[in-house]
């Protein structure tokens, strides 16, 4: 069985559909990860970005289904994971394949698969929105240092940039190596190198940030969790539900939750 690599972008994985009716490679495997190798006798084929040909797939998807699909198929592969690009390829496929609107048909295994990609994807959207935090830089920059399980900064920028509009922000994630910055008119995707993160921030060639907070930021975050702590009732403390709710992982990023 053939084995398809991509780069791990949007592009490379629609690219990864058009090969497979090029050649009429139905059963194959697909993987971002370019040392990955499924089996000693697998024919393992690193498929190239194409524009053109990943342009041509997603107008082909947009003319065949719905636009909850479309989203489902792109919250899938922000998810990152293998499993997920799998479910996305052979979705693809069979929406080419059928003659007929596959969307509701969650009987089939991949429509399912990237139904509940993308229900664990928008989660995660959801609770960035809800636990972001800023902290407020000398320069007035309003920074945020995220670590997310999927890659779900493409999808909050919408909700910050809405929410924010008199600030400049920028929302970096320590994990991917990127971040969205926000100023005052455009979001923008930056790279910076992690090293410089604490003297630093690049933003293009041009600009640059001093990240030392403002001095009022120390009496900022006490007011917050002197305000916390006063409208928290001690005696209904149901720890087990809040965790449910308010998961750890995400307690570095609240106030609240640091001495």
């Known amino acids: 069985m053939a084995t398809y690599c991509f780069d791990g972008t949007f592009t490379g994985l629609l690219s990864c559909v058009f090969r497979c009716f090029q050649f009429k490679e139905f059963d194959v495997n697909v993987t971002a990860n370019s040392k990955s190798q499924n089996g000693l006798f697998d024919d393992f084929i690193e498929v190239a970005s194409n524009d053109e040909h990943a342009q041509r797939v997603w107008q082909g998807l947009k003319q065949k289904t719905s636009a909850n699909s479309l989203r489902n198929f792109y919250y899938s592969f922000l998810s990152e994971k293998d499993e997920a690009f799998q479910h996305c390829l052979n ?23 990237i139904s509940q990609w993308a229900k664990q994807v928008g989660r995660e959207k959801h609770r960035m929105e809800a ?95 002197d305000y916390f702590n006063s409208v928290n009732i001690k005696a209904r403390k149901n720890m087990k539900l809040h965790i449910q709710y308010v998961p750890k992982r995400y307690w570095r990023y609240m106030n609240e939750k640091t001495l």
């Not at 945020?144 to 929302?171: C, M």
């Not at 005052?184 to 293009?204: C, F, P, S, Y």
Request: hydrophobic share 35%; net charge negative; glycine share 4%.
């Open 131 to 225: 636990f972001v935090r800023f902290k407020k830089c000398k320069d007035g920059l309003f920074l945020s240092l995220v670590r997310p399980d999927f890659n779900v900064l493409p999808l909050i920028e919408k909700h910050f940039k809405s929410r924010y509009q008199d600030q400049k922000w920028l929302i970096y994630d320590e994990q991917r190596k990127f971040g969205i910055y926000y100023d005052l008119d455009t979001v923008h995707q930056i790279e910076m190198n992690a090293h410089e993160i604490d003297t630093q921030l690049k933003v293009g060639h041009s600009q640059n940030f001093s990240i030392e907070l403002d001095d009022d930021e120390v009496l900022y975050d006490q007011l917050w969790k």
């Open 91 to 113: 979705f693809a496929i069979y929406v080419f394949q059928s003659q007929k609107p596959i969307d509701r048909n969650f009987g089939h295994v991949d429509v399912l698969g």
